[in-house]
């Protein structure tokens, strides 16, 4: 285990099962639809690639990098798209892949972005969900585990672009952060 890390939270093969159950219930309700999976980056490259895998359906896949830390472990509140999608989402029934949602302030901000620019729907599917820390509420269709209040680390979730290639999600020591 990674020294910094204070006790591994969900192991690669809960992670594993996680993302089989959320490939097959998103499988099911997008059959024959002209799906577009927006990944925000970096966070979600890990989580999005198994998915991925585990998906049966054909659809199509896009980017946006956004960002409200710096390097810290609170959000700003502020939300800016630093790259954004290369493709038109009008018409799109679109699925955001997130790592994790806490404040709420970055899904909350990209489900008004999008349907601004025109698609069709626009639902989000997250591997973690911290509700305890929800400032602005959103409506997640797809939760992968609902985990309490502490600052993860690993299957694509950094802090200060630190952890992310761990292959499971770990508590990270509170004495690196503070
Ligand atoms: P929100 O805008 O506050 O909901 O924050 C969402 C983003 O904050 C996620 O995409 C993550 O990049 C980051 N984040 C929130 N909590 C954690 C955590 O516990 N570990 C690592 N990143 C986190
Ligand atoms: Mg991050």
Redesign the pocket.
């Known amino acids: 285990m990674n020294k910094d890390v204070e006790r591994i939270l969900v192991s690669e093969h809960e992670l594993a099962s996680i993302v089989e159950r959320l490939a097959r219930e998103i499988d099911s309700d997008y059959e024959g639809r002209d799906l577009l999976m927006v990944g925000?980056l970096k966070?979600s490259i890990l989580f999005m690639a198994d998915l991925m895998k585990a998906m049966k359906n054909d659809f199509k896949i896009d980017f946006v990098v956004v960002s409200?830390?710096a390097d810290g472990t609170e959000?700003t509140g502020r939300v800016n798209v630093l790259k954004d999608v290369s493709q038109s989402v009008e018409g799109k029934d679109l699925l955001i892949v997130?790592?994790?949602?806490?404040?709420?302030?970055?899904?909350s901000f990209l489900v008004k972005y999008f349907l601004a620019k025109g698609a069709a729907s626009v639902k989000i599917v997250t591997l973690f969900d911290?509700p305890d820390r929800r400032r602005v509420e959103v409506p997640v269709k797809y939760v992968g585990k609902v985990i309490p209040d502490a600052?993860?680390?690993g299957y694509g979730?950094?802090?200060a672009e630190k952890y992310r290639t761990l292959p499971y999600v770990g508590i990270l020591k509170p004495e690196v952060y503070l």
């Not at 997130?98 to 899904?107: A, C, R």
């Open positions: 925000v966070g409200s830390y959000s997130e790592d994790i949602i806490d404040s709420g302030n970055t899904l911290k600052f993860i680390v979730l950094d802090y």
